[in-house]
């Protein structure tokens, strides 16, 4: 790298994760547990139970473990790598010195998504495929190759069998190759093309449930992930299994956001004890999500749109959960409501709230004020990069929770804007006085 300015950016980023791979062990929150069980499983039987959890990342993970034993060390480290490489998919995409920089800023400051690469989780390598994704986009803009269009689709379709909540982007962001300004015999071509990636994976790992299971379907028990939105609503089918043993942990409702999927893990442990067979149980919790939402829709949305909030404005990075354990409340809204002050002070400073709070806000500038000139090019990169970010956020908020880890997804995509957006706030010539004077 021959940009001296963009190689200490690097090496500064870089002696960054070294930093927190020194100062942390490999962090686990309670879904980690089920991924390196399942990892486990993988190595043990050769066999994967996809009843709730789709095989990317336990994948991932079993590979790690075969090469170096049961130890997260490994996987973490090549997560920070990955890290690195995201800022280098960015920095090809970024068109001027002076916009990477701005990036790389950014990028540096963002503890949420650095923390997350620093987690057996899934949501740091379920984003880093996002960005391949877009940079693969990108490359089919420059180059107009349909190799990169398919490799693209099929960087979404690794995404699908990571996490669930991208199985329908596919046919979400068809609209943008319709839209272009080419011949529609080569405007269909390339979304034929596109899809043929998602479509052959999502086909192969349903056919594979099938032979296995009985059923041809993705994630048989996918709905299991979506019932939480239906808490404090919940409707049930005629001769329903799981009626009583909801209700029981329901009986406070409505609850409050943090103990939601609290309830429903305490009620399937009960119908677990009890004997009923959770691997069944799919069709019914469908029926009750969709029950739910049609005979109570106000309340749905009002509950979706408070998701939506959360998604862009709240933040956290788990080196200071993990660091300052019992010092912060669960979140800032919780810790006013409680009366914890000092607490809630604390937990904004470490969690970097207000940073979060600007990204989005320059990334709204953004959209505002270069709208009309997006519409006219139909730039390709830039609409599919908002379709990332729009599909993520609603379905986020929609079907589960608009958690800040949710957001972690398209973290990179928020940064890139804010990026393109203070680069046009900062005069030149201001940015100039401020390198002079570094």
């Avoid at 190799?147 to 069998?161: R, S």
């Avoid at 839209?179 to 015999?185: E, I, T, V």
């Avoid at 709208?371 to 379709?387: K, N, P, Q, T, W």
């Avoid at 972690?408 to 046009?424: E, G, I, S």
Wanted: glycine share 6%.
């Amino acid at each position: 790298m021959r940009n001296k300015p963009l190689l200490t950016a690097f090496l500064l980023l870089a002696a960054q994760q070294v930093l927190f791979l020194l100062l942390f062990p490999p962090l686990t929150e309670p879904d980690s547990v089920g991924y390196i069980d399942m990892a486990l499983g993988l190595l043990s039987s050769g066999g994967f139970p996809g009843d709730y959890r789709l095989p990317g990342y336990p994948a991932l993970l079993a590979l790690f473990y075969a090469l170096f034993g049961q130890t997260n060390l490994p996987v973490i480290i090549f997560q920070h790598a990955l890290g690195l490489a995201v800022w280098l998919l960015f920095m090809k995409v970024l068109e001027t010195d002076r916009q990477k920089l701005v990036f790389s800023a950014l990028y540096f400051c963002d503890l949420l998504y650095n923390s997350y690469q620093h987690a057996i989780l899934t949501d740091f390598f379920f984003s880093f495929l996002l960005c391949l994704s877009a940079w693969l986009a990108w490359l089919y803009r420059r180059d107009e190759k349909p190799v990169f269009i398919f490799l693209c689709g099929l960087a979404i379709g690794l995404g699908i069998l990571t996490k669930p909540v991208l199985k329908f982007f596919p046919f979400f962001i068809l609209p943008v190759f319709l839209a272009d300004r080419r011949p529609l015999r080569s405007r269909l071509a390339s979304a034929a093309v596109f899809l043929a990636g998602p479509l052959l994976v999502v086909n192969l790992w349903s056919l594979r449930n099938y032979l296995d299971e009985g059923r041809f379907t993705l994630l048989p028990l996918g709905s299991y992930h979506y019932i939480g939105r239906a808490v404090n609503f919940m409707e049930f089918p005629e001769n329903s299994v799981t009626k009583a043993y909801f209700l029981k942990h329901l009986a406070d409702a409505p609850l409050p956001r943090n103990r939601k999927a609290t309830a429903v893990h305490a009620a399937v442990e009960d119908m677990q004890a009890s004997g009923v067979d959770f691997s069944k149980l799919g069709p019914e919790f469908s029926s009750i999500v969709k029950l739910s939402i049609m005979r109570h829709p106000f309340l749905y949305l009002k509950e979706s749109g408070i998701e939506l909030f959360y998604f862009f404005f709240s933040a956290h990075n788990l080196y200071a959960k993990n660091g300052l354990k019992g010092r912060l409340p669960y979140s800032a809204e919780q810790g006013i409501r409680s009366g914890d002050i000092a607490g809630t002070a604390l937990k904004v400073a470490v969690s970097l709230h207000p940073f979060y709070w600007a990204v989005f806000l320059l990334f709204i500038y953004f959209i505002t004020t270069n709208a009309g000139r997006i519409a006219r090019e139909r730039d390709f990169v830039l609409i599919y990069l908002f379709g990332l970010i729009a599909y993520i956020a609603l379905v986020s908020s929609m079907a589960n929770e608009g958690l800040a880890r949710y957001r972690c997804a398209v973290q990179p995509f928020l940064l890139f804007f804010a990026a393109l957006a203070l680069d046009r706030l900062i005069p030149p010539a201001a940015a100039e006085r401020k390198d002079g004077q570094a």
